[in-house]
């Protein structure tokens, strides 16, 4: 079957008691045995270490990015967090891209340090600079592409033949791109990581996480990590995320659809300094966007002329996006990256990874396209 009908139906089956075409919230502590030796037989013992609405959705997701499974988390960060605990020990290294979600970079600097790892932010957009940073003691490599918030591109396959050349995983955050648009594994990546909070869930509703591993064997350390240290997702959550993702591949068509136009018409407006896209011409790895992935996404950055002041004023007075942090959802955003997302990451590394203070970051939802240029005009026109 093809995305859009895996999407709706892949990880579920009617319920086998009534028939209800949605699967159960299984709201649900512990699981009854039959018998002492036919324990697990039903393939459930307790909540955190299982759970049928979460299992759901592991499948759906471990289906669209053809992975061999997926294992959900109570949150993006609790996936990566579990990714770093599976794969890391006290005395390695990792290497991450520069342009990374904030939160990542400081589980990395602020808590995973404290236990004797260390991390290297390198501009993984040159895979040399990845094939340079490799100690001894790397054992993984962490790209996310695009990367928060100034959407610099990663070669997913050049990365990916470098790990594997050293014989250690390559894990991809796919958040903003979402397996209907870039699928890491089929270009050489082992895991990938998500954010379901994001598009995979679509409607501001709910906070989740997923990690797909290409082999059952990695599968089983994540698994190992999740139930070990209790970072699950819940029923709930899992159940919200099952409806929603029934629909992205349709918010992620007329989203990116809208992104695109929302980016021309900001290159246009003589208040707007640079735009950041990848499906603009202008955008300086256009041909790798269009190679390693079949859409642009929905996050668009840009600069306007009198920086942080103006930049700030325009966020404040912006009608029908809302001012918050996340992205993803039907309802389009806003987002000061410097003082929002990546707040935690120190002036000097922002800098260096091409992250200013006058950058403005639009996450494109679902509202019609003329009237968010409508809103984007107005408080651009009203800039002095
Ligand atoms: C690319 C990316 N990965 C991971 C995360 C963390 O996800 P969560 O907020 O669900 O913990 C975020 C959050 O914004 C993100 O943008």
Same mark, same amino acid.
């Given at each position: 079957m093809r995305f859009s009908s895996r999407q709706i139906h892949a990880g579920v089956t009617p319920?086998?008691?009534? +028939?209800?075409?949605l699967t159960p919230i299984y709201q649900t502590t512990a699981y009854v045995q039959d018998s002492v030796d036919e324990y697990m037989a039903k393939g459930y013992s307790y909540s955190r270490s299982g759970n049928p609405t979460v299992r759901a959705l592991e499948l759906r997701i471990a289906d669209l990015e053809g992975g061999a499974d997926c294992t959900c988390y109570a949150t993006g960060m609790a996936a990566i967090n579990c990714v770093l605990t599976a794969f890391l020990n006290a005395g390695d290294h990792a290497v991450l891209s520069d342009v990374i979600y904030g939160g990542t970079y400081r589980l990395c600097n602020q808590i995973f340090a404290r236990f004797g790892v260390e991390f290297s932010f390198v501009d993984t957009s040159d895979a040399d600079n990845v094939r340079r940073s490799l100690r001894p003691n790397t054992k993984l490599i962490v790209t996310e $592409? !695009? +990367?928060? !918030?100034?959407?610099k591109l990663t070669d997913i396959r050049a990365v990916s033949d470098i790990a594997r050349a050293a014989g250690i995983p390559h894990a991809v955050d796919n958040t903003f791109l %979402? !397996?209907?648009?870039?699928r890491p594994l089929e270009l050489g990546a082992d895991l990938v990581i998500h954010? $379901? %909070?994001?598009?995979?869930? +679509?409607?501001?509703a709910t906070v989740g996480g997923a990690v797909v591993a290409r082999t059952a064997e990695q599968d089983e350390a994540l698994r190992f990590v999740q139930n070990a240290s209790g970072i699950i997702m819940s029923p709930q959550v899992a159940w919200l995320t099952l409806q929603g993702s029934k629909t992205l591949s349709v918010r992620m068509d007329r989203q990116s659809e809208t992104a695109l136009r929302i980016a021309t018409f900001l290159t246009d407006h003589p208040a707007v300094e640079r735009v950041g896209y990848p499906g603009l011409k202008s955008f300086p790895q256009h041909e790798l966007a269009v190679s390693q992935a079949s859409g642009f996404g929905a996050m668009v950055w840009f600069e306007v002329a009198g920086g942080v002041r103006s930049g700030k004023a325009l966020m404040d007075s912006l009608?029908?996006?809302?001012?918050a942090e996340s992205l993803g959802s039907v309802e389009s955003l806003v987002t000061h990256p410097a003082s929002m997302t990546h707040s935690d990451v120190e002036p000097e590394q922002r800098a260096r990874a091409g992250i200013t203070d006058g950058l403005v970051r639009l996450s494109v939802g679902l509202e019609d396209a003329d009237d968010l240029i409508d809103a984007l005009r107005d408080a651009l026109d009203a800039l002095d």
């Amino acid at each position: 079957m093809r995305f859009s009908s895996r999407q709706i139906h892949a990880g579920v089956t009617p319920d086998p008691v009534t +028939g209800s075409i949605l699967t159960p919230i299984y709201q649900t502590t512990a699981y009854v045995q039959d018998s002492v030796d036919e324990y697990m037989a039903k393939g459930y013992s307790y909540s955190r270490s299982g759970n049928p609405t979460v299992r759901a959705l592991e499948l759906r997701i471990a289906d669209l990015e053809g992975g061999a499974d997926c294992t959900c988390y109570a949150t993006g960060m609790a996936a990566i967090n579990c990714v770093l605990t599976a794969f890391l020990n006290a005395g390695d290294h990792a290497v991450l891209s520069d342009v990374i979600y904030g939160g990542t970079y400081r589980l990395c600097n602020q808590i995973f340090a404290r236990f004797g790892v260390e991390f290297s932010f390198v501009d993984t957009s040159d895979a040399d600079n990845v094939r340079r940073s490799l100690r001894p003691n790397t054992k993984l490599i962490v790209t996310e $592409t !695009p +990367g928060n !918030p100034t959407l610099k591109l990663t070669d997913i396959r050049a990365v990916s033949d470098i790990a594997r050349a050293a014989g250690i995983p390559h894990a991809v955050d796919n958040t903003f791109l %979402t !397996p209907y648009f870039q699928r890491p594994l089929e270009l050489g990546a082992d895991l990938v990581i998500h954010s $379901t %909070t994001k598009y995979f869930d +679509g409607h501001n509703a709910t906070v989740g996480g997923a990690v797909v591993a290409r082999t059952a064997e990695q599968d089983e350390a994540l698994r190992f990590v999740q139930n070990a240290s209790g970072i699950i997702m819940s029923p709930q959550v899992a159940w919200l995320t099952l409806q929603g993702s029934k629909t992205l591949s349709v918010r992620m068509d007329r989203q990116s659809e809208t992104a695109l136009r929302i980016a021309t018409f900001l290159t246009d407006h003589p208040a707007v300094e640079r735009v950041g896209y990848p499906g603009l011409k202008s955008f300086p790895q256009h041909e790798l966007a269009v190679s390693q992935a079949s859409g642009f996404g929905a996050m668009v950055w840009f600069e306007v002329a009198g920086g942080v002041r103006s930049g700030k004023a325009l966020m404040d007075s912006l009608e029908l996006w809302s001012l918050a942090e996340s992205l993803g959802s039907v309802e389009s955003l806003v987002t000061h990256p410097a003082s929002m997302t990546h707040s935690d990451v120190e002036p000097e590394q922002r800098a260096r990874a091409g992250i200013t203070d006058g950058l403005v970051r639009l996450s494109v939802g679902l509202e019609d396209a003329d009237d968010l240029i409508d809103a984007l005009r107005d408080a651009l026109d009203a800039l002095d």
